[in-house]
């Protein structure tokens, strides 16, 4: 699966959360650093949801760039 994710610079780390699962974060101090911890988050996630018997949810979130005049 392909999940999209957002990972927002928070200052003093960069900090990451996953649309299409709710309560899947993660936080680094790097960027490279909070892209390894999120997809692990992710696969720890879903691991959990599986088993704990509740359903995976699919891929649904779409993102892209939208370029504007400043």
């Known amino acids: 699966m392909r999940y999209a994710i957002v990972i927002e610079n928070a200052g003093d780390n960069f900090s990451a959360y996953?649309?299409?699962?709710?309560?899947?974060?993660?936080?680094?101090d790097t960027l490279e650093e909070t892209e390894r911890l999120i997809r692990e988050a992710i696969e720890l996630h879903v691991a959990g949801l599986r088993e704990d018997g509740?359903?995976?949810?699919?891929?649904t979130s779409h993102v892209d760039d939208?370029?504007?005049?400043a």
Request: glycine share 10%.
């Open 66 to 69: 939208v370029e504007v005049s």
């Open 54 to 59: 509740l359903p995976v949810p699919e891929p």
């Open 18 to 28: 996953v649309p299409d699962l709710p309560g899947c974060v993660a936080a680094g």
